[in-house]
């Protein structure tokens, strides 16, 4: 382990700390392959799964094991049309497992996540009996205002960039709190607990993953 990873593994054990008084649970992996093997081991087979859009449990490996899995894929982007959409959505609320990350995660333990239509942060709430957040350590932040910046400032704007949003973020390179119809900052959520112990389960990995 190097220097950088130690490091890294000491904040992530203050932030599962955190997470367990708050009815989360936190596990730490240095690199995404061997997480990526914990996650896909503590799924049983059959399964239903979905996700919201995150570009971090693509980058882990993740996406590619659960489509190589005997799993029951529920994907929202394979919709044909708006009402097989809008199906998609409403199986995926009732999934076994939803995965995602987080935009940021605080030291003492919150989870800040900024959407645009709300249907990953909707599945964060309620809804999927599991919800796995496979979180970089670059998302670590010091409280909720930091994590706010690093969402608005640093996270949205790549994030309008691969997305070919017309925003003003996309072109500036910062946030400036628009209101446009491309806005991808419509809610806010700020997850303190979990009501249900054990629901949410975040799988910190030594690495930069997603924005």
């Not at 061997?34 to 799964?49: K, R």
């Not at 333990?109 to 599991?130: M, Q, S, W």
């Not at 670590?140 to 973020?169: H, M, S, W, Y």
């Amino acid at each position: 382990m190097t220097h950088k990873q130690a490091a890294f593994q000491a904040a992530a054990e203050t932030i599962i700390k955190n997470l367990s008084q708050r009815g989360m649970e936190g596990y730490f992996f240095e690199d995404s392959a061997s997480c990526t093997d914990a996650i896909l081991a503590s799924i049983p087979e059959g399964s239903s799964v979905s996700w919201g859009g995150s570009e971090s449990i693509k980058e882990s490996g993740l996406m590619e094991g659960i489509r190589n899995g005997n799993y029951q894929i529920i994907d929202r982007m394979s919709a044909s049309s708006p009402e097989e959409s809008r199906s998609l959505y409403a199986q995926a609320v009732l999934s076994d497992y939803y995965l995602m990350s987080s935009n940021a995660v605080t030291l003492q333990g919150e989870l800040v996540n900024i959407d645009g239509t709300g249907n990953r942060v909707a599945c964060l709430i309620h809804g999927p009996k599991n919800v796995i957040l496979v979180v970089g350590m670059n998302k670590i932040v010091t409280d909720i205002a930091a994590g706010l910046e690093r969402v608005r400032n640093f996270a949205a704007p790549p994030n309008a960039k691969r997305l070919n949003r017309q925003t003003p973020c996309n072109f500036a390179g910062h946030c400036n709190d628009c209101l446009s119809p491309d806005c991808m900052c419509s809610q806010i959520v700020i997850t303190r607990r979990s009501g249900i112990k054990g629901r949410i389960k975040l799988y910190f990995v030594a690495e930069e993953l997603g924005y």
